[in-house]
């Protein structure tokens, strides 16, 4: 048990190597502080939270599918070209739905603060 979590920690230190993980992770960052600052309901505060682990968790998997396929074909492929737009895809639709739902938890707060 404990090597198991000794590998997905090992992960986590992979995956927080990548560029557009380190960026997402600032976002989130940014995000938790202002639901903290803002106090959002513990319903809100969870829906953030898990759009957050939604995004992160999809970068993830579309990191390590980019490195296998990079290993598997490393040449140039049509095909694997597709599949790493797809996967993209995914964390793309996760994102900007994770935005909508920002701002529908986020905008009454907001607007309150300038009423």
Partial sequence: MIN???HAFRGLYFAF????????LLIALLVIFLMI???LSLTEQAIILLTITLVLGL???NSQVE??????KPEFS???GEIKDISAGAVLIASI??????IIVFMPYIISIFN
């Fill in 37 to 39: 600052y803002l106090g």
């Fill in 4 to 6: 198991s979590f000794e």
């Fill in 17 to 24: 190597q990548e560029r557009t993980v380190k960026v997402l």
């Fill in 97 to 102: 739905g994770s935005v909508i739902i920002g």
């Fill in 59 to 61: 970068e993830f998997i």
């Fill in 78 to 80: 049509k095909e694997v």
């Fill in 67 to 72: 490195r296998t396929l990079n290993i598997v």
